[in-house]
C-alpha cells in the first residue's frame, strides 16, 4: 500500500513564501501521478495541483492559484513539491497529498480521483 507523508507547513505572512514535500514509501514516485489538495473547516476539499510523470508530464491548477503555485519533484528522493508564492491569507488549510492506484497521463484535479493520502500538514497565511 502507498504511503505518503507531507512537511513543510508553517505559519508565514501573507506575500511570502513555502514549499511544501511529499514524501512517498512503499512504491516509487516515478511514473506515478501526485495531487496536492487543502482543506478548511466547513469546506470540502479542493484540488490546488497535480501532476503527471508520464508522457509530457503534465500538470495542473486550479484557478485559485495559477500563477503563484508550482510543483516539482525528484524521483531519486522519492518526493514531491508544491511550490506556494505570493501567498494570501485564502491559501490557509490543512494541505494534503495523495496518488492514485493507477497513474495515467493526464492528472486530476478531483479528490475522487485518488486513493492514497497523506496525513495532511497545516499551512497558516497571516500577520
Known amino acids: 500500500q502507498f504511503q505518503l507523508v507531507e512537511s513543510g507547513g508553517g505559519l508565514v505572512q501573507p506575500g511570502g513564501s513555502l514549499r511544501l514535500a511529499c514524501t512517498v514509501s512503499r512504491f516509487t514516485l516515478e511514473y506515478v501521478n501526485i495531487g496536492w489538495f487543502r482543506q478548511v473547516p466547513g469546506k470540502e476539499r479542493e484540488g490546488v495541483s497535480c501532476?503527471?510523470?508520464?508522457?509530457?508530464?503534465?500538470?495542473d491548477f486550479s484557478d485559485s492559484v495559477k500563477g503563484r503555485f508550482t510543483v516539482s519533484r525528484d524521483n531519486a528522493k522519492n518526493t514531491a513539491y508544491l511550490h506556494m508564492n505570493s501567498l494570501k491569507s485564502e491559501d490557509t488549510g490543512v494541505y494534503y497529498c495523495?496518488?492514485?492506484?493507477?497513474?495515467?497521463?493526464?492528472?486530476?484535479?478531483?479528490?475522487?480521483?485518488?486513493?492514497?493520502w497523506g496525513q495532511g500538514t497545516q499551512v497558516t497565511v497571516s500577520s
Open positions: 501532476s503527471s510523470d508520464l508522457g509530457g508530464g503534465a500538470s
Open positions: 495523495a496518488a492514485p492506484q493507477r497513474s495515467v497521463s493526464e492528472c486530476s484535479l478531483s479528490p475522487e480521483s485518488y486513493n492514497y
